[in-house]
């Protein structure tokens, strides 16, 4: 950056009065800091990356003290940067402010196929960082496996489970499958044997019964795998907690077992049977039923949390969760985004796919079609209804789809709902989604919870920038 656009940045900090998602201070008065590697590794670990701020003091109200010596400082940062793995390239900026030497060190983003960037001393367990608002917070074990499984291309969803029997198997969707793939695949239908063809289309692994070969065609995959399930509730109120008028937590509370095409019918069904339907007269005069949600959108995303969630060790103790609150519903599952694809651009591009044998037994089942359609069926399906569009988040190895039902927005002010769900960082795209109201409103109500102190911008000195994000203050 140049020298004005520090300075400018120095000022909107001291008026936010706090560090963001992309800004950290640093007093630096008395000499250089001498840990600076989680901050070098979180800024390295994340799209945007960050800026390091050098001669501001935090701790008293933000004021300008200047360094200690702009030309050493550059110079210690430097031999940080080079205990980092890879190493981190910085880009310095000295301004002066009121007689006072500022400088700022530009931490790039890497490419997500270098990450986790981490702390050579201490290794890539200990070392490795992700930034939590204003925060650097030490990755988690499966934040840095992910990683490496997109690196290495580890195949979690075709992993042997050694006790596993395959006698123990749905003999009729067995049968329906081996059918297709003789109609579809006609190359192995005649050249190759039936056991041969387990093998190659990845249900079995010399001999051994895969990890998809189960959640498609066991009687009982929790047999194995006790989590690898549903947790599905239906709740009073609006948040977690809450109480209806008896005293009850849930409505509804139901785990759902199975192989992937039964929980997925049963979960739709939960949700059919737990959502609200609403009488309206329809342009011809004639009374129309309209259901909460659209149900095709639902099957969607639950069938995506299904086929794309995480099958590694290191989740294979969580369920997917489906949570029906009175304004919204919540679709969570482990193992967040895959490969280079942001949430932005969902339903845009055509993704890397995390489990490809999975999906691939599933679609010659005809569960799934396997055309990275689910995304821009949901999206269609909610507009079709008139409702605001889902959102979609990736945080912290979680994947979630919130659906609003749009049974409680007129009677929440929309800066209350703006705040709220800004409690992670959003881009303006999403909060528009969100509110399902035009850009120009949802710009004007930004700008004023931006100017009250009430939002903050993860990067104030690049207000335009695609990637901003506004967090709750």
Do not use: W
């Amino acid at each position: 950056m140049q020298a004005e656009e520090l300075k400018k940045l120095v000022s909107d900090v001291k008026k936010l009065k706090t560090e963001t998602q992309t800004v950290e201070l640093k007093a630096a008065v008395q000499g250089c800091p001498t840990r600076l590697f989680d901050t070098l590794s979180s800024f390295s670990n994340q799209d945007e990356g960050g800026v390091i701020i050098f001669g501001v003091d935090e701790a008293d109200d933000f004021a300008v003290k200047g360094v200690y010596d702009a030309g050493d400082i550059q110079k210690k940062v430097t031999e940080q940067c080079k205990q980092m793995e890879p190493a981190v390239r910085a880009l310095f900026t000295v301004c002066d402010i009121d007689g006072k030497a500022v400088v700022s060190a530009e931490i790039p983003g890497v490419d997500i196929a270098e990450r986790p960037v981490f702390y050579k001393g201490v290794g890539r367990i200990k070392g490795s960082y992700v930034r939590v608002g204003e925060s650097d917070e030490p990755m988690s074990e499966y934040e840095i496996y992910s990683y490496e499984a997109l690196r290495k291309r580890i195949r979690d969803d075709i992993r042997t489970v050694d006790n596993a029997k395959l006698t123990l198997i749905d003999e009729k969707r067995m049968s329906d499958y081996m059918l297709a793939v003789k109609n579809e695949r006609r190359n192995l239908a005649d050249n190759v044997a039936e056991d041969e063809i387990l093998e190659l289309m990845g249900i079995t692994k010399n001999g051994v019964p895969t990890l998809a070969c189960l959640m498609t065609f066991s009687k009982y995959p929790q047999a194995y795998f006790p989590q690898l399930c549903i947790t599905a509730i239906s709740l009073p109120g609006t948040e977690q907690g809450t109480v209806g008028n008896d005293g009850e937590r849930f409505i509804d509370n139901k785990r759902i077992t199975g192989a992937i095409p039964d929980m997925l019918e049963e979960a739709v069904e939960f949700v059919r049977k737990n959502s609200r339907t609403k009488t309206i007269i329809d342009d011809n005069g004639y009374r129309v039923d309209k259901p909460e949600y659209p149900i095709k959108a639902v099957r969607e995303a639950i069938l995506n949390a299904l086929v794309h969630r995480d099958y590694s060790v290191h989740t294979e103790n969580v369920p997917i969760r489906i949570e029906m609150y009175r304004d919204r519903m919540e679709i969570v599952n482990s193992g967040g985004l895959y490969g280079k694809i942001s949430v932005d651009v969902l339903g845009k591009v055509q993704p890397e796919t995390r489990n490809a044998t999975l999906a691939n037994m599933l679609e010659l089942l005809k569960v799934t079609e396997n055309r990275y359609s689910g995304i821009p069926t949901i999206l269609r399906e909610f507009a079709n209804a008139g409702l605001p569009a889902p959102v979609f988040s990736s945080v912290h190895g979680e994947f979630k789809v919130v659906m609003k039902n749009g049974l409680f927005e007129e009677a929440k002010p929309a800066f209350e709902s703006i705040i709220e769900f800004c409690s992670t960082p959003r881009t303006r795209a999403e909060i528009v989604d969100f509110l399902g109201k035009s850009k120009n409103y949802v710009m004007s109500q930004l700008a004023k919870l931006v100017e009250s102190g009430k939002l903050k911008m993860t990067m104030p000195d690049k207000p335009k920038s695609p990637n901003q994000r506004f967090i709750k203050a």
